[in-house]
């Protein structure tokens, strides 16, 4: 084992109520890493998320922490701390009391606790709040001590629950930025749940993508959205044009009506694949000097750039550029080698 791995997760399995929800997990998580576990609902991240912090008893597989089996430890002895989606405060103690009460559950003096509270509001930038009431914090300030009531007792793995749903789109992106900082201040592991993607993408050193209670893939940000490994990883990974195509040989691809070349190899020949192709990553051209042409059917605005829906061939192809082409205009589509990725066919469920 890896000296640098604090959490391994071997074949794991869960069953509830006679149904296999979780199927055979692998999983190494590093000391002082920023893990991810993405997919949609009912993908098992979260009950992966309760196998580690104690609160699920795998039906098979072993839970090692720092090199030590951890099955049968229950979750006050294990060096994890849980945030919540609901970050279940005491409404009845205020700020300083909410983040100061584990210290005061583990008997830790006074002196202590007052310099460690001092600490955590400063870290959770929430100096001055101390006497506040906890109704009348507003979300993020909730979440930023239920953060530093977690962190604390100096946990050595934070696990988090979706813990941003609750928060609007603006508070959810300060957030990132914030729990990216404290990780990489405290130096301890934090293992995420989430199915946003754009979270999953701006915070983690690793993410594992999740679906049916397997591990599709896992990476870096980078690796999991330029190298997907199936058509699902990439839909659900930032947006995608998926296409039917053929691979005739190494290099060489079918699609739209025409053939490509690409750097993907080690298909069967004529096999048939799923083509997937990023928005940002076709070019629009002159018809006359485009690879495969198409009609404009639709432009939106989105900020940054506009999204294009182009019809060819009947494929809606979805672009994305910073020059909008009038709606109904004949537009050429060209693309790189590099920007295509092919892959294998995901066998039907």
Same mark, same amino acid.
């Given at each position: ?16 109520? /006679? ?33 580690? @912090?104690?609160? &699920? ?21 294990? $060096? ?27 008997? &830790? ?18 100096? /001055? ?13 909730? $979440? ?31 957030? $990132? ?79 739209? @009506? ?37 009609? &404009? ?16 061939? /009947? ?12 709606? /109904? ?21």
């Amino acid at each position: 084992m890896n000296e640098n791995v604090l959490i391994s997760l071997r074949n794991v399995a869960v069953d509830f109520d /006679g149904e296999r929800i979780l199927h055979n997990i692998d999983l190494d998580i590093n000391d002082k890493e920023f893990v991810t576990l993405l997919g949609p609902s009912g993908c098992g991240k979260t009950t992966t998320l309760r196998i580690i @912090g104690g609160f &699920v008893e795998p039906t098979e597989g072993d839970v090692f922490f720092d090199g030590a089996r951890i099955n049968d430890l229950p979750p006050y002895k294990r $060096q994890v701390n849980t945030v919540f989606q609901r970050y279940a405060l005491f409404p009845h103690l205020n700020v300083y009391e909410n983040i100061e009460f584990g210290l005061k559950l583990n008997k &830790v003096d006074e002196k202590e606790r007052r310099t460690r509270v001092k600490e955590m509001l400063e870290m959770v930038n929430l100096k /001055g709040f101390e006497h506040r009431s906890i109704n009348r914090l507003s979300g993020g300030q909730q $979440q930023r001590v239920a953060i530093a009531r977690a962190l604390i007792n100096h946990p050595r793995v934070l696990l988090l629950d979706e813990p941003l749903g609750a928060l609007d789109l603006k508070l959810r992106k300060e957030m $990132q930025v914030e729990l990216k900082r404290i990780q990489q201040s405290l130096e301890i592991t934090f293992i995420y749940v989430t199915h946003d993607q754009e979270e999953a993408l701006t915070m983690s050193d690793r993410v594992v993508v999740m679906k049916d209670g397997v591990i599709l893939q896992q990476g870096t940000p980078q690796d999991i959205y330029n190298e997907p490994a199936n058509a699902f990883v990439a839909d659900f990974i930032g947006e995608s044009n998926i296409v039917d195509g053929i691979m005739h040989r190494d290099f060489l691809v079918e699609f739209a @009506g025409r053939e490509f070349d690409c750097v993907d190899k080690g298909f069967g020949l004529n096999e048939q694949v799923d083509v997937v192709i990023r928005p940002e990553d076709i070019k629009v051209v002159p018809s006359i000097s485009g690879q495969f042409s198409g009609v &404009v059917e639709s432009v939106t605005f989105k900020g940054v750039h506009y999204e294009m829906i182009v019809d060819s061939c /009947g494929i809606k192809w979805m672009i994305h550029s910073t020059h909008a082409e009038e709606v /109904g205009s004949l537009v050429g589509m060209c693309v790189e080698p590099n920007d295509i990725h092919i892959m294998h066919k995901m066998e039907e469920e």
